[in-house]
């Protein structure tokens, strides 16, 4: 079973940034898909990035052109660079994975996660 631990959270100001890493206990980034999560206070958790094992990417809307998701196999990690934060980008940030896109969005199907990061963006 892999391990995940997600860090890099922190409190910013709106416009801010901060860069999340999903660090893996094995190396599996080259061969399972990657979903970085989010879930804010009363809210359903959703999925704001993946990338493949191909490289890959792909966004929610509500992200597209601010997050950026990308990987270090040699580190074993998947990162999520945040520019441009707003207050409604404030939430737990989880990482997760599985062998497919598509497996990622169904998000009821995972059996654990990770303890998660928080995010905050106020001023």
């Known amino acids: 079973q892999v391990h995940l631990v997600e860090s890099g959270g922190g409190t910013v100001q709106p416009g801010g940034s901060l860069r999340l890493s999903c660090a893996a206990s094995r190396n599996i980034f080259s061969v399972y898909a990657t979903g970085w999560y989010r879930q804010a206070p009363g809210k359903q958790r959703e999925l704001v990035a993946t990338?493949?094992?191909?490289?890959?990417?792909d966004y929610v809307d509500s992200v597209k052109g601010r997050f950026t998701i990308s990987r270090d196999n040699a580190k074993s990690t998947v990162y999520l660079q945040m520019n441009s934060l707003k207050p409604e980008d404030t939430a737990v940030y989880y990482c997760n994975v599985r062998l497919t896109r598509e497996r990622l969005r169904d998000i009821s199907g995972f059996g654990s996660w990770g303890q998660g990061t928080q995010v905050t963006v106020s001023s």
């Open positions: 990338i493949t094992s191909g490289d890959s990417t």
